[in-house]
C-alpha cells in the first residue's frame, strides 16, 4: 500500500514542496458560519483546536450555544422560501461553480483537513476536497433530470405526485472524513431545494468552515448553507432539540444517533437518518484468486486512515486451510507500512485524529489481552517524542465471537483474527454482531460469492476488493448501523418528500 502521490486534477502531481509550504500557512481563529458570513457567536466561548500531528494548538473555534443555533436555524428558514422555489437549473448552475471551486482548492483543504485530524495526505486528498467536489457535482447535475409522476387513476380525476424539499436540514458529522461525509448529505439536501445547518465535529471543523465560504463566494445565497461548531452535546443537542429543524441527517457513533432519535421525540418528530459504526467481516477462503492480493487488499480495508473508517475490515476470517499463508503476507504487508507525518507524502498511515481516541484504542488493546486474544504485531504507540498521535498497526489472532474486540467498534488500527472452516461457519461468525454495515468476500467461486451476499447482512458486501466505491451506490448499514442512504440518487430521495395533487376532472 502506498500513502499516495495521487494526481491533481489537472493531472499534475501533488509536490511535497507545495504541501509544506500550506502546512506552514497561520490559521486565524475561526467563527461560525451564518447567513453568508462570519458570526462571532452570542457568548464567546472558544475551544482549542490541537492538531494530533504534533500536538500543538493550531486555532480555536467557537463554541456554540443553543442561541448560536437558533441563529442559524432562523437565517436557514428565511432563506428556504427562496432557494426551494429557485428552478432546478439554476440551483445546478450554482452549485457546479461551487463543486468547481472546492476542485480548484482541493490542495489547500486537503492540508487544512490533515492538519485539523491527521488522516494521510495522499488518502486526505482524494477522499476529501476532490470526492466531495466530485458528490456536489453529481447532485447538481441530477436535480434538474428528476420528475414528478401521474399517477394510473381512473378517468374521473388526475393524481400528481410530486417531491418537495423538507426544509431545514441539520447536519451532523464525525471527525474521520468530516468534508466527504458532509458532502454526501449537504449536496443532495441543496439540491433538493433546502437548507442546511452544519454541525461539524469539535475536534476537525476547519474543512466545513472552509467549504461554506467557498460556496458563498460560488454564489449560493445567504443563508442557504450555515455552520455552527461546537461540542456535540451543546450545539448538536441543540440543533437535535430544535423545534424548526426538519431533518437531522448523522453519520456517527451508536451512542449519539440513540440520543437524536431521543431528541426528534421530546421535540417536533423530525426525520433522523443515521449512518453509524461497523464490526466488518472480512472473509477470506481458501479459493481466493490471489492470495497476495486479497492480504494487500484486506491489509489496506483495515488500516488506512489508522483504522479510522467506518467501513473498516476490522474482523478478518480467514479459511483455516489457507491460514498460514495468508496471515503470512498479511504480516508481511503490514510490517511495511510506514506509519508517520501525514503531510510526508511517503507516509502510509498518518496519525490517530486525537489524545482521546488513541488512548481508546490503546485500552482496546489491553482488554483483547485480558481476555485471551493473541497479539501478532503492534498495539503501542509511536512517535511519541513528536508530539503527536500515532499508533502501530495492530493485528490480534485467536480472537473468539464472545471477545469484545470482536463485538465493539475500535475505530483505530486494531484487527481481529478468526479461522473458520467452511462456508456455513463463515456465514454464522460474519453474521455474529449487532452491525451490518459493510462485508467483504474473497473467492474464485462465483456460486460461493453470490451466496455469500446474500447471506450476509449488511449494507455492502464486496467481492474479491475491500472498500471501493462510488458516488453513484448508496451507502448506509443493516441492522445497528443505522438507517438512510447516503450517495446515489437513492440520498436525493430521502431529502424530499412526496405531496399528492388529487383533481378531479
Ligand atoms: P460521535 O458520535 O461521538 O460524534 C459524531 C458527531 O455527533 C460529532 O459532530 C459530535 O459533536 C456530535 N454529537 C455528539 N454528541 C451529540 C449529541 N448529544 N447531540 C447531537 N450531536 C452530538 O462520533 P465520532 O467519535 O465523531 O466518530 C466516530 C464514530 O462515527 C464511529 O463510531 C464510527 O463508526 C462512526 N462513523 C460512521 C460512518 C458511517 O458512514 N456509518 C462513517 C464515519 C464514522
Same mark, same amino acid.
Given at each position: 500500500?502506498?500513502?499516495?502521490?495521487?494526481?491533481?486534477?489537472?493531472?499534475?502531481?501533488?509536490?511535497?514542496?507545495?504541501?509544506?509550504?500550506?502546512?506552514?500557512?497561520?490559521?486565524?481563529?475561526?467563527?461560525?458560519?451564518?447567513?453568508?458570513?462570519?458570526?462571532?457567536?452570542?457568548?464567546?466561548?472558544?475551544?482549542?483546536?490541537?492538531?494530533?500531528?504534533?500536538?500543538?494548538?493550531?486555532?480555536?473555534?467557537?463554541?456554540?450555544?443553543?442561541?448560536?443555533?437558533?441563529?442559524?436555524?432562523?437565517?436557514?428558514?428565511?432563506?428556504?422560501?427562496?432557494?426551494s422555489?429557485t428552478a432546478p437549473a439554476e440551483r445546478k448552475?450554482?452549485l457546479?461553480?461551487?463543486?468547481?471551486?472546492?476542485?480548484?482548492?482541493?490542495?489547500?483543504?486537503?492540508?487544512?483537513?490533515?492538519?485539523?485530524?491527521?488522516?494521510?495526505?495522499?488518502?486526505?486528498?482524494?477522499?476529501?476536497?476532490?470526492?466531495?467536489?466530485?458528490?456536489?457535482r453529481y447532485y447538481a447535475e441530477a436535480v434538474d433530470k428528476v420528475y414528478g409522476e401521474i399517477?394510473?387513476?381512473?378517468?374521473?380525476?388526475?393524481?400528481l405526485v410530486h417531491r418537495e424539499p423538507l426544509?431545514?436540514?441539520?447536519?451532523?458529522?464525525?471527525?474521520?472524513?468530516?468534508?466527504?461525509?458532509?458532502?454526501?448529505?449537504?449536496a443532495p439536501a441543496l439540491a433538493a431545494g433546502n437548507?442546511?445547518?452544519?454541525?461539524?465535529?469539535?475536534?476537525?471543523?476547519?474543512?466545513?468552515?472552509?467549504?461554506?465560504?467557498?460556496?458563498?463566494? &460560488?454564489? =449560493?445565497?445567504? %443563508?442557504?448553507?450555515?455552520?455552527? *461548531?461546537?461540542?456535540? +452535546?451543546?450545539?448538536?443537542? @441543540?440543533?437535535? /432539540?430544535?423545534?424548526?429543524?426538519?431533518?437531522?441527517?448523522?453519520?456517527?457513533?451508536?451512542?449519539?444517533?440513540?440520543?437524536?432519535?431521543?431528541?426528534?421525540?421530546?421535540?417536533?418528530?423530525?426525520?433522523?437518518?443515521?449512518?453509524?459504526?461497523?464490526?466488518?467481516?472480512?472473509?477470506?477462503?481458501?479459493?481466493?484468486?490471489?492470495?497476495?492480493?486479497?492480504?494487500?487488499?484486506?491489509?489496506?480495508?483495515?488500516?488506512?486512515?489508522?483504522?479510522?473508517?467506518?467501513?473498516?475490515?476490522?474482523?478478518?476470517?480467514?479459511?483455516?486451510?489457507?491460514?498460514?499463508?495468508?496471515?503470512?503476507?498479511?504480516?508481511?504487508?503490514? &510490517?511495511? =507500512?510506514?506509519? %508517520?507525518?501525514?503531510?510526508?507524502? *511517503?507516509?502510509?498511515? +498518518?496519525?490517530?485524529?486525537? @489524545?482521546?481516541? /488513541?488512548?481508546?484504542?490503546?485500552?482496546?488493546?489491553?482488554?483483547?489481552?485480558?481476555?485471551?486474544?493473541?497479539?501478532?504485531?503492534?498495539?503501542?504507540?509511536?512517535?511519541?517524542?513528536?508530539?503527536?498521535?500515532?499508533?502501530?498497526?495492530?493485528?490480534?489472532?485467536?480472537?473468539?465471537?464472545?471477545?469484545?474486540?470482536?463485538?465493539?467498534?475500535?475505530?483505530?488500527?486494531?484487527?481481529?483474527?478468526?479461522?473458520?472452516?467452511?462456508?456455513?461457519?463463515?456465514?454464522?461468525?460474519?453474521?455474529?454482531?449487532?452491525?451490518?454495515?459493510?462485508?467483504?468476500?474473497?473467492?474464485?467461486?462465483?456460486?460461493?460469492?453470490?451466496?455469500?451476499?446474500?447471506?450476509?447482512?449488511?449494507?455492502?458486501?464486496?467481492?474479491?476488493?475491500? +472498500?471501493?466505491?462510488?458516488i453513484t451506490?448508496? /451507502?448506509?448499514?443493516?441492522?445497528?448501523?443505522?438507517?438512510?442512504?447516503?450517495k446515489s440518487l437513492h440520498a436525493l430521495a430521502e431529502y424530499t418528500d412526496l405531496k399528492?395533487?388529487?383533481?378531479?376532472?
Amino acid at each position: 500500500m502506498s500513502g499516495g502521490h495521487p494526481s491533481r486534477p489537472d493531472g499534475a502531481r501533488m509536490q511535497q514542496a507545495q504541501i509544506d509550504q500550506l502546512r506552514r500557512v497561520a490559521i486565524p481563529e475561526q467563527s461560525h458560519f451564518v447567513a453568508g458570513r462570519a458570526f462571532a457567536g452570542t457568548d464567546g466561548g472558544r475551544l482549542d483546536v490541537i492538531s494530533p500531528i504534533d500536538g500543538q494548538l493550531l486555532t480555536t473555534i467557537a463554541d456554540g450555544s443553543a442561541a448560536d443555533v437558533d441563529a442559524a436555524v432562523g437565517a436557514a428558514r428565511q432563506a428556504f422560501a427562496a432557494w426551494s422555489a429557485t428552478a432546478p437549473a439554476e440551483r445546478k448552475r450554482v452549485l457546479l461553480r461551487f463543486a468547481d471551486l472546492v476542485e480548484q482548492n482541493a490542495l489547500e483543504l486537503a492540508v487544512l483537513g490533515v492538519r485539523d485530524n491527521g488522516t494521510e495526505i495522499g488518502m486526505a486528498y482524494r477522499a476529501e476536497p476532490l470526492s466531495s467536489a466530485g458528490t456536489i457535482r453529481y447532485y447538481a447535475e441530477a436535480v434538474d433530470k428528476v420528475y414528478g409522476e401521474i399517477a394510473p387513476t381512473g378517468h374521473g380525476t388526475l393524481g400528481l405526485v410530486h417531491r418537495e424539499p423538507l426544509g431545514v436540514v441539520g447536519v451532523i458529522v464525525p471527525w474521520n472524513f468530516p468534508l466527504m461525509i458532509g458532502a454526501w448529505k449537504i449536496a443532495p439536501a441543496l439540491a433538493a431545494g433546502n437548507t442546511v445547518v452544519v454541525k461539524p465535529p469539535e475536534i476537525a471543523s476547519l474543512t466545513l468552515l472552509r467549504l461554506a465560504a467557498l460556496a458563498s463566494e &460560488a454564489g =449560493l445565497p445567504d %443563508g442557504v448553507l450555515n455552520v455552527i *461548531t461546537g461540542r456535540g +452535546g451543546c450545539a448538536g443537542e @441543540a440543533l437535535a /432539540l430544535h423545534m424548526d429543524v426538519d431533518v437531522i441527517a448523522f453519520t456517527g457513533s451508536g451512542a449519539v444517533g440513540r440520543r437524536l432519535l431521543e431528541s426528534s421525540a421530546r421535540s417536533n418528530l423530525k426525520r433522523v437518518y443515521l449512518e453509524l459504526g461497523g464490526k466488518s467481516p472480512n472473509v477470506v477462503f481458501a479459493d481466493a484468486p490471489d492470495i497476495r492480493q486479497a492480504a494487500k487488499v484486506s491489509v489496506n480495508g483495515i488500516f488506512r486512515n489508522s483504522g479510522q473508517v467506518c467501513v473498516a475490515g476490522s474482523r478478518l476470517l480467514v479459511q483455516a486451510s489457507v491460514y498460514d499463508r495468508f496471515m503470512a503476507e498479511m504480516l508481511e504487508v503490514t &510490517a511495511r =507500512l510506514k506509519v %508517520g507525518d501525514p503531510l510526508d507524502l *511517503t507516509s502510509d498511515i +498518518g496519525a490517530v485524529s486525537s @489524545a482521546a481516541q /488513541l488512548h481508546k484504542n490503546l485500552d482496546a488493546v489491553a482488554l483483547a489481552e485480558r481476555e485471551g486474544a493473541v497479539r501478532l504485531t503492534g498495539g503501542e504507540q509511536l512517535h511519541k517524542d513528536s508530539g503527536g498521535t500515532y499508533m502501530a498497526p495492530t493485528v490480534f489472532a485467536e480472537v473468539t465471537p464472545d471477545m469484545t474486540l470482536a463485538r465493539e467498534e475500535v475505530f483505530g488500527p486494531v484487527l481481529a483474527v478468526t479461522r473458520f472452516d467452511d462456508e456455513a461457519d463463515a456465514v454464522r461468525l460474519a453474521n455474529a454482531t449487532t452491525y451490518g454495515l459493510a462485508a467483504a468476500v474473497w473467492t474464485g467461486n462465483l456460486s460461493t460469492a453470490h451466496r455469500m451476499v446474500r447471506a450476509i447482512k449488511a449494507g455492502v458486501v464486496h467481492v474479491n476488493t475491500y +472498500g471501493g466505491t462510488d458516488i453513484t451506490v448508496p /451507502l448506509g448499514g443493516f441492522r445497528q448501523s443505522g438507517f438512510g442512504r447516503d450517495k446515489s440518487l437513492h440520498a436525493l430521495a430521502e431529502y424530499t418528500d412526496l405531496k399528492t395533487a388529487w383533481i378531479a376532472l
